[in-house]
C-alpha cells in the first residue's frame, strides 16, 4: 500500500511562488514515476507534470514556470510553481504510476493553491 500527502498550498499574489511538497510512503518498489495533477473550480481534471528516475514531463501551460524535483532520501516529490497566475488557482493532487501502467492511482487529498488578481 502507497501513502501520499500534499502539502505548501495556500493564497498568494499573481506573480508569486509556491512550493508543492508530496510525501509518498508504505511500498514504493513498483512506482515509476509521480505526478501533480490540479483541479480548478468547475472544471475537470488536469495533468500538470510528472517525475521518474530519469524524465521530467510538463503540461504545455506550466512549462517554464513551473518546476518538478525530487528528494529520494524524503521520498518527496516537489512542484515549485513560480510566476503564479489567477488560472492556476486550483486543488493540486499528488499520485502514482506504477511501472507498466498507465493509470495513476494512490491520489492524496489535495492541497488548495488559490492566485489573487
Known amino acids: 500500500q502507497v501513502h501520499v500527502v500534499e502539502s505548501g498550498g495556500g493564497l498568494v499574489q499573481a506573480g508569486e511562488s509556491l512550493r508543492l511538497s508530496c510525501a509518498v510512503s508504505g511500498n514504493m518498489f513498483n512506482i515509476a514515476a509521480v505526478g501533480w495533477h490540479r483541479q480548478a473550480p468547475g472544471k475537470g481534471l488536469e495533468w500538470v507534470s510528472h517525475?521518474?528516475?530519469?524524465?521530467?514531463y510538463y503540461a504545455d501551460s506550466v512549462k517554464g514556470r513551473f518546476t518538478i524535483s525530487r528528494d529520494d532520501a524524503k521520498n518527496t516529490v516537489y512542484l515549485q510553481m513560480n510566476s503564479l497566475k489567477p488560472e492556476d488557482t486550483a486543488i493540486y493532487y499528488c499520485?502514482?504510476?506504477?511501472?507498466?501502467?498507465?493509470?495513476?492511482?494512490?491520489w492524496g487529498r489535495g492541497t488548495q493553491v488559490t492566485v489573487s488578481s
Open positions: 499520485a502514482t504510476l506504477r511501472k507498466g501502467f498507465s493509470k495513476y492511482e494512490n
Open positions: 517525475t521518474s528516475d530519469t524524465r521530467t
